[in-house]
């Protein structure tokens, strides 16, 4: 959609009169192109500032800090997005938070985060909790504070897409950054301030993600895909698996049409969202890639480090 012709302040899903409509870098609807390039991301459990701020140059797309199931306390997650922005401008900066509990969604927006991944989704219901949650009025319920958001240090552009054209949103690559940041092969000025913005310009710069990992879930999939304001279907794979009595490697290799999997990514295609999961390993990665998704974990810090260390002391042989 052209920037123009956007509603005011709507968010990446939300159209003039409250109508579903893609969102920048998204997957394109099945009549509208091939879907979003890979944007591959690395998960981050350990809650330590000086590792996130050590594996933010890394050259992954994006960066999620996770506080369900990781080490990130209040003040580990915002340490650690301000050391993201701090090293790696263009990095888009994520947080899974604990629930759909409105105070720690906001909570993680106005530490800055670029978007929320919200886990525990059962209905198209709590999903558009987790939508009001996450925007200000009139299209959220978002409490607001003095700074409306956290500022963001951004690199200038060497050259600034329009916004119907960044690769922020899931689902998209990293030739350009989010809100103007200088793409992460270009030249980089120093970092300056945004400054606070409006409530309007966080509506429309925030990205939510709703988590698909239950029976629950898949029987609303399209109704929860449909739902305005969500950005992406985000799989939980491990989860998803143990819920519906299998593994893994099974889901993955089910095609069939009625396959979790595949009517995930037919279901964001249609609404024009984001498919995205978790993979954890580039092999699992690779697999999600191949099966359609565009928003993709590859690998958590834990694995980054030991990977790292042992090629290097393979490297002393």
Known sequence: MPAETAAEGAPAGVGAEGTARPAAGSPARPDAGPPAALSVGLWSMLGETRTVAALAGSGFDWLCL??????????????????????????????RVRSADPGLIGRALDAGADGVIVPLVDSAAQAAAAVRASYYPPLGARSTGPTLSAPRAVAAPAQTAAPAERVGAPGAGAAAAPDGAAARDGDRAAPAYTGPRTPGEVNASVRLAIMIETPQALEELEAIASTPGVSCLFVGPFDLALSLGTTVPALLADESAASPLTRVVAAARATGVAAGAFGGDPA???AL???GFTFVAAATDTAALAAGATTLRAALD
């Open 284 to 286: 699992t990665a690779r």
């Open 289 to 291: 890639a191949a099966r």
């Open 66 to 95: 996770d506080a369900q199931h990781g080490h990130y306390d209040d003040a580990a997650m915002r340490s650690g997005l301000d050391a993201v922005t701090a090293v790696s401008p263009a990095t888009q900066r994520w947080v």
